[in-house]
């Protein structure tokens, strides 16, 4: 019986062990070979050993150009938009009419394509008629260049990265309505405030789904492209300012056919990202509260 049963289990993840194999671990150990080669994505691959991974280290300064945008969009991105993001979960818990349609408007910008949101920021941005622009001069508060200013197009990508907080918060909502609510009840009794309820009871007790969110938004952060890539008009401008990791790894690969270079820059972001990864569960894993949890 127990043979018959092990035997259906591996027959039911065939497909899937299938599929593993041949769209995911054969071509990561194929570019795992090409990053040790000059291979450009036509004619043969000559073996050049750790040269690429020399080159981007010592010899190419685009390398820590993007690298450091990358980051810095991870530092004030990542935690901005778990902040907006539980906020607005936080406000939409609550237990009043019409509730739904609100969580769907805050929810529906996070499922417009990319590039169309993109474009639409371009306009908000536009330095000579963009609605950010005018809002600040309405209030007499300096006005900006946005997305054609080296200092701000950063900020102004973080920004435009809180379009799709809602997908993040419906995650949250999730979290915060599986709170017991007989906890809350015996807060009040014991005197604790609003504040007090939602620092010693709700963020505890959905600190699973933070952590989840921390994790997912640091492994997206790092592989920002498409926001970048449209309004840089595929440059990564200015003065390669937008110029991400992943943005930089795609001109190194489709742009300039360097596809055993990018290859390499491939493999550094995957254990730059595991290195960061790993770092958040150590630092936080033995903080979160898991339901069955003694």
Known sequence: MNKSRTFLFYMFILPWLIGFFIFTAGPMIYSLYMSFTD????????????????????????????????????????????????MLAVLLNANV????VFRT???????????ASSLLWIIIFQPDFGIANA?????HLPTSN???????????????SLWGAGGG?????????????????????????????????????????IFFNLIMGLIGSFQIFTQAYVVSSGNGGPNYKSLFYVFYLYQDAFKFFKMGYASALAWILFIIILIFTLIQFKVFGRKVYYEYDE
């Not at 809002?135 to 209030?139: E, K, N, R």
């Not at 054609?148 to 197009?153: D, W, Y």
């Open 146 to 160: 946005w997305l054609l200013s080296e200092e701000m197009v950063k900020p102004s990508l973080i920004i435009m």
């Open 105 to 115: 408007i805050f929810y529906l910008p996070s499922l417009v394509p990319t590039v």
């Open 97 to 100: 009419k019409f509730m739904g």
């Open 135 to 139: 809002i600040l001069d309405f209030f």
């Open 169 to 209: 918060m419906v995650i949250y909502l999730a979290g915060l309505q599986s709170v017991p609510a007989s906890l809350y009840e015996a807060a009040e009794l014991d005197g604790a405030g609003r504040f007090k309820k939602f620092w010693h009871i709700t963020v505890p007790m959905t600190s699973n789904v």
């Open 39 to 86: 291979f450009s994505g036509l004619g043969t691959a000559n073996w050049v050993g750790l040269e690429n991974y020399k080159k981007l280290f010592t010899e190419d300064p685009l390398f820590w150009q993007s690298l450091w945008n990358t980051i810095f969009y991870t530092i004030f991105g990542v935690p901005l938009g778990l902040v907006v993001g539980y």
